[in-house]
């Protein structure tokens, strides 16, 4: 695997095209949940469209593109088993077919485990409680709120959904008023850099081909931003690294297949009413081949997985030392030059 030397960000390849891709339980929940902001946040996606994306990847090709998922998963199962103390409550947010609660780590599974799994697809809700017949609860999720009572979970784990949040701050604030004192959150989101190569294809495409660009690819955070989030929503201790990821197909649109078959299809509300000339998607798929393509003539598509991690604030946790109360310089660890910031 190779490494990038900078913080927090480490880079593998994966090649898309070799990798191995009880009783049914479920209820649909509404609550009441009390206003969270005085403002209505922006609507950057058509709620509606999206859940039918989802649903239309649940029933048909999801299971063969989900090595994301199942990717995230991991990297999550592998944090929350460094942490050497037992959830016995956990929330899986937005579970697809169950993927995180098949990668639990097996010691949670020696002790009272409650497991509450919850996605605005009523298809991957139903296909996850059927993977994991030992979750408690399976409930389809609406209006982008939690299906749980406040203070009622001792972990919430996230994989590849949170992006798709109109209200981003708003969720981070449920999330951490559901946790107990001292609770987990652990998510993966798809960071900024993610497919910035068919973002560009795409839109040089249809600005020569069509004199305009309209939205097509998801928009998504950057690794600062979330972390700015985490703390505005109240956690302690937040962290946010990440992970790029290259991903090789023959070509654009044997990748735009496995973005349909993820659920990953274009719901923004600015989305162009009309259908999109073949040309355009021929022309990009050339660009693309033209800059992005390795000696053996498949393409690269570049992932950005950002990992978030904070705790529900509690009394027992560290807390930061005093500013000037440090015994050395952080300079002189690193062997390096400080250098002060200019007044402004």
């Given at each position: 695997m190779k490494k990038r030397r900078f913080a927090f960000c480490f880079c593998s390849a994966y090649n898309a095209n070799r990798l191995?891709?009880?009783?049914?339980?479920?209820?649909?929940?509404?609550?009441?949940?009390?206003?969270?902001?005085?403002?209505?946040?922006?609507?950057?996606?058509?709620?509606?469209?999206?859940?039918?994306?989802?649903?239309?990847?649940?029933?048909?090709?999801?299971?063969?593109?989900?090595?994301l998922k199942e990717l995230a998963c991991t990297r999550l199962a592998e944090r929350l088993d460094l942490v050497k103390r037992d959830f016995t409550d956990i929330l899986d947010l937005g579970c697809h077919s169950g993927q995180m609660g098949a990668a639990l780590p097996a010691r949670f599974h020696q002790h009272p485990l409650r497991l509450t799994q919850t996605d605005a697809s009523d298809c991957f809700v139903q296909q996850a409680a059927t993977a994991n017949p030992f979750a408690q609860n399976s409930i389809v999720m609406t209006d982008e709120l939690l299906p749980v009572e406040q203070a009622s979970c001792d972990a919430v784990l996230s994989s590849l959904y949170l992006h798709w949040m109109n209200d981003l701050p708003g969720i981070f604030t449920q999330i951490r008023?559901?946790?107990?004192?001292?609770?987990?959150?652990?998510?993966?989101?798809?960071?900024?850099?993610?497919?910035?190569?068919?973002?560009?294809?795409?839109?040089?495409?249809?600005?020569?081909?069509?004199?305009?660009?309209?939205?097509?690819?998801?928009?998504?955070?950057?690794?600062?931003?979330?972390?700015?989030?985490?703390?505005?929503?109240?956690?302690?201790?937040?962290?946010?690294?990440?992970?790029?990821?290259?991903?090789?197909?023959?070509?654009?649109?044997?990748?735009?297949?496995?973005?349909?078959?993820?659920?990953?299809?274009?719901?923004?509300?600015?989305?162009?009413?009309?259908?999109?000339?073949?040309?355009?998607?021929?022309?990009?798929?050339?660009?693309?081949?033209?800059k992005y393509s390795d000696e053996a003539g498949h393409i690269t598509a570049s992932v950005e997985l950002i990992t978030l991690t904070g705790w529900a604030p509690d009394a027992s946790q560290p807390k930061p030392l005093r500013p000037g109360s440090a015994a050395q310089r952080l300079a002189d660890v690193l062997e390096t030059t400080e250098v002060g910031l200019k007044d402004s």
């Open positions: 191995i891709i009880g009783k049914l339980r479920y209820r649909s929940a509404e609550i009441r949940v009390a206003p969270l902001m005085a403002q209505t946040p922006p609507q950057i996606f058509n709620s509606t469209r999206w859940r039918q994306n989802r649903d239309r990847a649940a029933k048909s090709g999801f299971a063969q593109a989900a090595f008023l559901a946790l107990r004192p001292d609770g987990l959150f652990l998510a993966v989101l798809l960071g900024g850099r993610s497919l910035s190569e068919l973002r560009g294809c795409l839109a040089a495409a249809e600005t020569e081909l069509c004199g305009g660009l309209s939205p097509r690819v998801t928009p998504m955070a950057d690794i600062r931003d979330l972390g700015s989030l985490l703390q505005r929503a109240g956690f302690a201790l937040p962290v946010a690294d990440a992970e790029m990821l290259t991903i090789t197909y023959p070509d654009m649109f044997r990748m735009m297949a496995d973005l349909r078959a993820m659920g990953g299809q274009n719901c923004l509300v600015g989305r162009v009413g009309h259908f999109t000339s073949r040309a355009v998607f021929l022309r990009a798929a050339e660009l693309y081949q033209q």
